[in-house]
């Protein structure tokens, strides 16, 4: 046995400089104990005796969720064959057994191996690893809620190294695995100026150790605004090793402070246009109502009253344009012939000559309808004569409203819109902007072209039938 107590020997020492116990079981049956070292009770609680075998063995006081595991790890060995297992011990062997002291399983690594010269022992070196798996434990707790942190988090939510390389990336925006392992540089589909200052930014924040707060971000790709934060991650000794960003969906935000910017900038120019043009009519009215009272002559109040249906005109443009925005639409069924010809009697001209459309009906809010050609046919009146010829017909998909006046030059089509844009000296420059307000709000595209005659031509498309299948356009 001289050769087995060197063996004890050297484990004794390996064991006792690693805070381990040797010790030597049999491997049939519950695996009794043969010999264990000085250390094994303050690594256990139990007295080596107590698991000789006479009432039990050592697989008495494993876990009875481990022990097939444990039988099955040294089962089948052969001599010279080493087993390493990690497995849960009863630390004071059992309520009936001798004991140190606990009484709480521990988790411990039993590295052994089988004799040559005894192939039915299994000698070998058990080791405390509690804290370790303990530490094992809350690292997988760690991980599993940051994976579900990653998988569920309503934000674009990502890591990345020193070098800028996506590490992890939340599933937010269904395309987490096609950015791991790659820079913003090298991330496809995306625009190269939004690629470049994204890498740059990354390489700021890990390089200078400042973080990026609350920057905000366009994806074109996407028609997306995003509210950006990157902050450097640093190891236990504070060396940056990489940054962590989140980035949250501000886009119906970011559309309602454009909104209400443009909103803004409309009344704005309201208020410019309506202080301007209000102003010029008022005071002619004023001037004339002070030569009537002088002269007594009355062609002095027909001038005042022309002045101050100006004045009201302008005020009903301004008006409806500026409500429109909040407006709700009723559309409905809607005679194009009945509406056209309502709409010309509010038009002061008796002598424009108003050709009207067939009798079909379209879906439309009948009152901006009337207001949309209203201001058509005024913007006719207004940039021919007072004898205009106004023709309205139907197309495939809506209608036309085309005169016989100068027209409209090609370079000016698109200005027309503008609010306040005119060319008529008595103009407010609301009139078709009005009309392209109209028909944005029905979903319909307004188009400007030379009529037959050489006058304008106003296409109104995308327009609904209301019986469809039973009228047929002008031919």
């Known amino acids: 046995m001289t050769g087995d107590r060197t063996f004890d020997d050297v484990l004794d020492r390996v064991a006792g400089a690693a805070s381990g116990a040797t010790y030597r079981r049999r491997r049939d049956g519950d695996q009794p104990l043969r010999s264990a070292c000085e250390g094994w009770c303050e690594l256990l609680g139990v007295e080596p005796e107590a698991l000789d075998g006479t009432d039990r063995g050592w697989l008495d006081i494993v876990h009875p969720d481990d022990r097939k595991d444990v039988r099955d790890a040294v089962a089948n060995l052969s001599s010279g064959e080493r087993v390493d297992a990690t497995y849960r011990v009863r630390h004071d062997g059992g309520d009936d057994r001798p004991r140190c002291e606990g009484g709480e399983y521990r988790w411990i690594r039993d590295r052994g191996i089988v004799p040559e010269d005894d192939p039915d022992t299994i000698e070998g070196v058990l080791f405390d690893v509690t804290d370790e798996r303990e530490e094992i434990a809350d690292l997988e707790e760690d991980s599993q809620l940051l994976d579900g942190i990653f998988e569920s988090i309503p934000v674009h939510l990502f890591v990345k190294d020193d070098d800028g390389v996506h590490l992890r990336v939340s599933d937010q925006r269904e395309m987490g695995e096609s950015l791991v392992g790659k820079t913003d540089l090298e991330v496809e589909g995306r625009h190269e100026d939004a690629k470049r200052r994204a890498y740059e930014d990354d390489l700021q924040v890990i390089e200078a150790g400042e973080p990026i707060l609350d920057q905000e971000e366009y994806l074109s790709e996407f028609d997306q605004w995003n509210l950006t934060s990157k902050v450097p991650w640093t190891d236990d000794d504070g060396e940056v090793v990489g940054l962590i960003g989140v980035a949250r969906d501000i886009t119906e935000r970011k559309r309602a402070e454009q909104e209400l910017e443009r909103k803004t900038e409309r009344l704005a120019e309201f208020a410019d246009v309506v202080s301007h043009d209000i102003k010029n009519p008022l005071t002619v009215a004023n001037g004339r109502l002070e030569l009537a009272a002088a ?181």
């Open 295 to 475: 002269t007594g002559e009355s062609e002095h109040v027909e001038e005042v009253v022309e002045a101050l249906n100006r004045a009201d005109a302008i005020v009903d443009d301004v008006l409806a344009l500026s409500r429109h925005g909040d407006a709700e639409l009723d559309p409905g069924p809607v005679s194009l012939r009945a509406i056209s010809r309502g709409a010309g009697h509010s038009v002061s001209a008796p002598r424009a000559d108003i050709s009207l459309p067939p009798d079909i009906d379209v879906v439309a809010d009948r009152s901006q309808l009337r207001r949309l050609l209203e201001n058509l046919f005024t913007n006719a009146v207004q940039h021919g004569c007072p004898d205009v010829s106004i023709d309205v017909a139907v197309t495939n998909d809506g209608f036309t409203v085309a005169d016989d006046g100068p027209g409209i030059p090609p370079e000016e089509r698109e200005r027309v819109f503008e609010t306040a844009y005119t060319t008529h000296e008595d103009g407010t420059g609301f009139g078709l902007s009005i009309v392209r307000e109209v028909a944005d709000a029905h979903g319909w595209s307004v188009s400007i072209g030379e009529s037959e005659a050489g006058g304008a031509r106003l296409d109104i498309s995308g327009v609904e039938r209301a019986d469809a299948d039973d009228q047929k356009p002008d031919a």
